[in-house]
């Protein structure tokens, strides 16, 4: 079983930035892919960024050139730095670690940009 809780959400004004991590704990597995996504309030989650077991990283059109998401093994810990942040990434913001057997998610964690 893996746990998974992110953490680094908040209020910010247009522009600013944030820095989202997904720590992970339990029986941690190296293959396991990982993605942030997000819910906007009346919306379907939508992916955002994604590592795959192989360390590929892809990013949704909405937030290429804005949003960087990285891994630290050691620390079983993923991030997603956000930079120029707009009304509409508002969202909550979910991780997720899953393989072909395995599906885990994190509780989420409220990102609002309001000026």
């Known amino acids: 079983q893996v746990q998974l809780v992110e953490s680094g959400g908040g209020l910010v004004q247009p522009g600013g930035s944030l820095r989202l991590s997904c720590a992970a704990s339990?029986?941690?597995?190296?293959?396991?892919?990982m993605g942030w996504y997000r819910q906007a309030l009346g919306k379907q989650r939508e992916l955002v960024a994604h590592?795959?077991?192989?360390?590929?990283?892809n990013y949704a059109d909405s937030v290429k050139g804005r949003f960087t998401m990285s891994r630290d093994g050691a620390k079983n810990t993923v991030y997603l730095q956000m930079n120029s942040l707009k009304f509409e990434d508002t969202a909550v913001y979910y991780c997720?670690?899953?393989?072909?057997?395995?599906?885990?998610w994190g509780q989420g964690t409220q990102v609002t940009v309001s000026s």
């Open positions: 997720r670690f899953y393989d072909e057997f395995n599906d885990y």
């Open positions: 339990g029986s941690i597995r190296s293959i396991y892919a």
């Open positions: 590592i795959s077991s192989g360390g590929s990283t």
